[in-house]
C-alpha cells in the first residue's frame, strides 16, 4: 500500500503542511492555515486523519485549530482553555498530544488541559499547578511554557511533562497528582551547591524512545540526558557532543536506542550551528559515542537555529528525519541523516516540525 508523509509545520505566522510520497524526494506545500496566527505546535492524529494546530498569544488569546480535510478547512476552539478567576490568564498553546482516549494541551503560564471532544471544549487539570513546588517555577527566556507533553500510548493514566524552567514532572493518574522527575540534571546557573535542585531545571524538550521499556531523552538547557527509568533518574550523555546546549531532540521510531539532536555553540554565543556548519548529531548507542550527520547541509555561514520542537523523524523504513530552521527552512532525510535536501524556504520562523503518514 502506497503511504504518503505529511510534514505539519508551526510557523510564527500560520501554519504550513508539506505533502510527500514514501520516496520523500518531492514535496507539495500548502498554507498559511490558521489564518497566519502565530502557530507552536502542529499534530495529526494518524486513525482519523485530523490535525491540530496549537496557537495564540497574549494578544490573540490562546486556541487548538482543527482540520478533518486534510488543511483544507480549518475550525477553532478556545472554549475552557482559563485558569479559575484571579489567575493569571492563559496567554498561549505551546504543546498538544494526540493520547488513545483524548487530547493533552499544555499552556503559557505552564499548565495541562484535556479534551475528550475532539478540541471542541477544554478542562484544566488543575493537579500540576497546584505542586507544592508551583512557587519555584521560573519563566524561561520563551516564558513559563509546558512544551514537551508525552503520553504512554499503552498506559494513557502515564505523563510527562517538561516546562521551563520548572523541569519534568510525571503523573501516573492521568493528571491528577504529580510528582517532579529530575535526578542528575544540572542548573548550572545555581549556585554550586545548589546544582541538583528537585525542581527548577531548564527542561528543553523531552521525547520517548521505541520499544515501551521506558527510556525518555532530554534535551536540557544544562546537558544531553538519557533515563531508563521512565525519569526517576537521568545520566548524562553529552560526551562527544560539540556542545552542551540546545533544543531539539528526536526518537527513532523503532530503535531505543537511536536519537537525533541539534546541539548550538552555546547559550551565550550567539545560539547557532557550532562553527558555523550545520549538522545533526545522531547516536545508535543511547549516547555513548554521537556522528554529526552533514551531507547535504550547508557548512559555511550558518547563524540559524532549531527551536525545541522542530526536529522530528517518520515511521517509515528507513526513518525520515526532518528539521525546521528559525531562518524558515525545512531540511529532511529519507535515510536517518546519511543526506540531506532542503525542501522548502523562506517560510516564517519555524517552530515545530511534526510528521503524519497516511
Not at 201 to 216: D, I, K, M, T, Y
Request: proline share 7%.
Amino acid at each position: 500500500m502506497t503511504q504518503s508523509i505529511n510534514l505539519l509545520i508551526g510557523t510564527r505566522k500560520g501554519a504550513f503542511i508539506l505533502k510527500s510520497n514514501e520516496d520523500r524526494r518531492s514535496w507539495e506545500m500548502s498554507g498559511p492555515h490558521c489564518e497566519t496566527w502565530p502557530t507552536n505546535h502542529v499534530v495529526g492524529d494518524p486513525k482519523t486523519g485530523a490535525i491540530y494546530a496549537a496557537g495564540g498569544n497574549e494578544w490573540f488569546g490562546p486556541a487548538v485549530w482543527k482540520s478533518t480535510d486534510g488543511g483544507k478547512s480549518w475550525t477553532h476552539s478556545s472554549k475552557g482553555l482559563a485558569y479559575a478567576e484571579g489567575e493569571d490568564p492563559v496567554k498561549a498553546v505551546w504543546s498538544l498530544c494526540v493520547a488513545p482516549d483524548a487530547i493533552y494541551a499544555g499552556v503559557e503560564p505552564a499548565g495541562l488541559f484535556k479534551s475528550t471532544d475532539g478540541g471542541e471544549s477544554w478542562v484544566h487539570l488543575d493537579g500540576l499547578r497546584n505542586h507544592p513546588s508551583r512557587e519555584r517555577w521560573m519563566p524561561g527566556g520563551a516564558g513559563l511554557i509546558l512544551h514537551s507533553l508525552l503520553v504512554d500510548p499503552e498506559d494513557p493514566q502515564s505523563i510527562h511533562v517538561g516546562i521551563s524552567s520548572a523541569g519534568v514532572f510525571h503523573s501516573a493518574d492521568g493528571g491528577q497528582t504529580w510528582e517532579p522527575r529530575n535526578k542528575g540534571t544540572r542548573a548550572d546557573y545555581m549556585p554550586e551547591d545548589q546544582r541538583y535542585p528537585e525542581v527548577g531545571q531548564c527542561v528543553h524538550n523531552l521525547v520517548r524512545a521505541a520499544g515501551g521499556s521506558g527510556r525518555l531523552y532530554q534535551q536540557n538547557h544544562c546537558g544531553m540526558y538519557r533515563s531508563d527509568d521512565a525519569g526517576k533518574t537521568w545520566q548524562s550523555i553529552e560526551d562527544g557532543l560539540p556542545s552542551s546546549f540546545g533544543f531539539p531532540a528526536a526518537a527513532h521510531p523503532r530503535d531505543p536506542d537511536t536519537v537525533f539532536m541539534v546541539p548550538l555553540n552555546g547559550d551565550t554565543k550567539g545560539r547557532y550551528m557550532p562553527d558555523a556548519k550545520a549538522a545533526v548529531w545522531r547516536t545508535r548507542d543511547g549516547g555513548k559515542t554521537w556522528a554529526d550527520l552533514r551531507d547535504g547541509l550547508p557548512q559555511q555561514d550558518v547563524y540559524f537555529n532549531v527551536l525545541r520542537q522542530a526536529l522530528s523523524t517518520d515511521s517509515l523504513s528507513p526513518a525520515g528525519v526532518y528539521f525546521g530552521a528559525a531562518s524558515g527552512a525545512i531540511y529532511g532525510s529519507a535515510n536517518e541523516g546519511e543526506g540531506w535536501t532542503l525542501i522548502a524556504q523562506n517560510l516564517p520562523p519555524v517552530v515545530s516540525v511534526e510528521t503524519m503518514v497516511a
